[in-house]
């Protein structure tokens, strides 16, 4: 049972850990490899064009080129960073092939992947990613309210082009979809993390299914076989 235990708690830091991992990664993928020869103002171009996917501003270009002549690459990313395409596209894409069996990009904007970007942009600490009672919604006019029966609230916000990082609103699944608190496990037990579950059961493909049950923090604990431990297990 010890190494079950520790096999499952291994699961779980590398689940939390992959969120932060794969943004730095990106970070990495943007500064790396530019051309030696390459004059600053084009390497921010570079830089700005890998992390938001579209050219800077004549001022954020200007306030990277400032940042990368003093040697500060951090500020220099953190300005694409602030790009609103940096959360609309780059980190959606980053986090929607979680959320269903094909792991595709191709999916429209879903709770699971709203509150990845939020908690990537309130710098969210993940250690909470697959076990608080958390949620993210847009704040945008327009929208249809959130439901754990559909996922047109988000939807819509990505159909109507919303600026998630102006609109995105961190709640609780508990107080949005009604969930009891101590049954919510981050994005697992939102309706994005649901899909893909029952996705994977349905089409019975068992790495899915293994990879989610691995990352299931209300998993109980053979430790202590009798405690409540709160979710869908008890």
């Not at 940042?67 to 980190?91: E, Q, R, W």
């Not at 699971?112 to 945008?140: C, E, H, K, Q, W």
């Amino acid at each position: 049972m010890e190494t079950k235990m520790q096999s499952t708690s291994g699961h779980r830091r590398v689940a939390r850990a992959t969120v932060a991992g794969a943004v730095s990664a990106l970070i990495a993928i943007a500064t790396g490899a530019l051309p030696a020869h390459a004059g600053t103002a084009e390497q921010a171009v570079r830089i700005h064009n890998r992390i938001a996917g579209v050219p800077p501003s004549a001022t954020v270009l200007a306030n990277m080129v400032a940042a990368l002549n003093s040697g500060d690459t951090t500020t220099a990313v953190k300005y694409a960073t602030d790009n609103p395409n940096f959360y609309n596209v780059t980190l959606k894409n980053f986090a929607a092939p979680w959320t269903n069996r094909d792991q595709t990009v191709f999916v429209p904007l879903n709770d699971y992947t709203a509150t990845v970007i939020g908690m990537v942009r309130d710098d969210v600490p993940f250690n909470t990613v697959l076990s608080g009672d958390i949620l993210y919604t847009s704040n945008a006019s327009g929208l249809p309210a959130p439901s754990n029966a559909n996922d047109d609230h988000y939807a819509t916000a990505e159909t109507n082009g919303v600026d998630l990082k102006a609109t995105l609103v961190q709640t609780t699944q508990s107080s949005v979809y009604g969930l009891p608190a101590a049954a919510t496990a981050g994005i697992m037990t939102t309706r994005g993390g649901a899909s893909a579950f029952f996705e994977a059961c349905e089409k019975g493909d068992v790495g899915i299914l293994g990879d989610l049950l691995a990352k299931d923090p209300t998993l109980i604990r053979t430790e202590k076989v009798n405690a409540d431990y709160g979710g869908w297990t008890g």
